[in-house]
């Protein structure tokens, strides 16, 4: 499946979450599927995305990683269904945009819970989202210049 129409799932379905635990499922599926792009980039992106795109996988990674524990089953992974990237520039924007409604629910999340157990899982899930957000917005920049760089036709 395209990872544009993946973000969109990821979208929808973190929209739909009412749940603590269904809310922390969809966030881990969000940094998965930042964790697959990323990998996809590094391997055949564009050459100026490669380091940025090794970092976002590294980081969405570990923003899986914190998102795992006793009541937070993920079943399989979207990310599991990305066949294609076709445009690095549309997903990546769209990426971007999925990782800041992560942070942002993630911050409702965090204010609601009573186990400080999950309070911190939740801060260290938000960090995760800002830092790969941040390696996204990167990636868009260097594209830029790149798109500035190339000759006119």
Request: proline share 3%; hydrophobic share 45%.
């Amino acid at each position: 499946m395209d990872a544009e129409r993946l973000i969109v799932k990821n979208r929808r379905a973190l929209a739909a979450s009412c749940e603590l635990s269904v809310t922390l499922v969809e966030v881990r599926q969000a940094q998965a599927l930042a964790q697959a792009i990323g990998s996809r980039l590094a391997v055949s992106g564009p050459p100026e995305l490669r380091g940025e795109a090794l970092g976002l996988t590294e980081l969405a990674g570990r923003g899986c990683g914190v998102l795992e524990g006793p009541g937070l089953d993920t079943g399989p992974l979207r990310a599991a269904q990305l066949t294609a990237l076709d445009d690095a520039r549309r997903t990546l924007l769209a990426l971007g945009g999925l990782l800041g409604e992560v942070g942002m629910v993630l911050v409702g999340a965090a204010s609601a819970v009573g186990d400080e157990g999950r309070y911190w899982q939740c801060m260290e899930a938000i960090d995760a989202a800002d830092e790969s957000r941040d390696r996204v917005r990167e990636m868009l920049r260097r594209l830029a210049a790149r798109e500035e760089s190339l000759p006119e036709r």
